[in-house]
């Protein structure tokens, strides 16, 4: 059983807009939720996380927001721009500072000049 | 963000010999060490948990007679893959965490192509 689905795993978006990358999970004990940013035979790379106490995080021009009723989250990213296709990977966490994180799919932005 | 940074970046073996992939914290004092598979086009497969001092948890389908790993110090732990085989050829990563914090940084990753 999939704790955390992320339904599209391609996306394309023209440079400048937005783009908006959507994750969802199941399980209501996950306090802590992460996105990364992955190349191909690279390690994923940190963006951005926010805990379950807060409905958005911002950081320059990435934006998470959580809806915990829901179980819903999503990143944002404005101005979308070629340098971030990429894929997408959102991961929760909870309970122990043990627990590993658990990862969506991936979606794999592509952003079209 | 923190550092973490892997040994090699890339092995070539032979069949039935061993490999050791180190991870490494560079900026921060990691107590717990995550180490991961990605077969292509799928997502990172999580392989074991590993916390310092204390011997490592396997998830259900990793030998871990096959795959050791060691978590000596609070700044690097060892993958160990023994006596490989082709079918062990994959792109390994390794992640670290802080104490106290939810946060996990990854290494670049390690590619094994076992001949």
């Known amino acids: 059983d999939q704790q955390v689905k992320q339904n599209s795993p391609s996306l394309s978006v023209q440079e400048g807009r937005i783009s908006i990358l959507n994750c969802d999970y199941t399980n209501s004990m996950f306090d802590y939720f992460l996105w990364y940013k992955k190349y191909p035979a690279e390690g994923p790379t940190f963006l951005i996380s926010i805990s379950s106490i807060k409905d958005k995080n911002e950081d320059g021009r990435f934006t998470v927001f959580l809806n915990k009723s829901a179980k819903h989250l999503s990143l944002h990213i404005v101005p979308s721009q070629p340098g971030d296709s990429a894929g997408y990977f959102c991961?929760?966490?909870?309970?122990?500072?043990?627990?590993?994180?658990?990862f969506g799919k991936g979606t794999r932005l592509s952003v079209i000049a | 963000g923190a550092v973490v940074s892997q040994h090699p970046s890339r092995v070539i073996c032979k069949s039935g010999t061993s490999v050791k992939i180190e991870c490494r914290s560079l900026?921060?004092?990691?107590?717990?060490m995550f180490w991961y598979r990605q077969f292509p086009k799928k997502s990172l497969m999580l392989m074991a948990t590993s916390n310092e001092g204390s011997k490592a948890t396997y998830e259900q389908g990793v030998e871990k007679d096959k795959f050791l790993i060691n978590h000596a110090s609070l700044t690097l732990s060892t993958l160990t893959v023994t006596s490989a085989h082709p079918e062990d050829s994959s792109f390994y990563i390794c992640s670290a965490r802080g104490a106290g914090y939810d946060t996990q940084y990854f290494g670049p990753g390690t590619r094994l192509t076992v001949l």
């Open positions: 900026d921060f004092q990691a107590t717990t």
């Open positions: 991961a929760a966490s909870g309970g122990s500072g043990n627990t590993p994180l658990v």
